[in-house]
């Protein structure tokens, strides 16, 4: 079981609202995951990231692989800290 911390996509159309989620990969982009660790809204003026820390290094222990999109965010929002 390979395990990815990736983004389940929400919201309306032309308005899209990311769940920053922990997921078996063989599991469709926006199904069934095994935990949410936080939040991603592109439409804020900010653009808005929201990530609970402490979950996502238990994953990582654990042996998940954030996609590098989720890497990326979590660059961005320890730079913003």
């Given at each position: 079981?390979?395990?990815?911390?990736?983004?389940?996509?929400?919201?309306?159309?032309?308005?899209?609202?990311?769940?920053?989620?922990?997921?078996?990969?063989?599991?469709?982009?926006?199904?069934?995951?095994?935990?949410?660790?936080?939040t991603?809204?592109?439409?804020?003026?900010?653009?808005?990231?929201?990530?609970?820390?402490?979950?996502?290094d238990?994953?990582?222990?654990r042996?998940?692989?954030?996609?590098?999109?989720?890497?990326?965010?979590?660059?961005?929002?320890?730079?913003?800290?």
């Open positions: 079981m390979s395990v990815r911390i990736r983004l389940s996509r929400h919201g309306a159309k032309k308005k899209p609202f990311y769940r920053i989620v922990v997921c078996d990969q063989r599991f469709p982009r926006d199904g069934r995951y095994i935990e949410q660790v936080g991603y809204d592109p439409n804020a003026s900010a653009e808005a990231v929201k990530l609970n820390r402490e979950k996502v238990i994953w990582i222990k042996g998940a692989k954030p996609t590098q999109t989720v890497s990326e965010l979590m660059a961005r929002q320890k730079k913003a800290s």
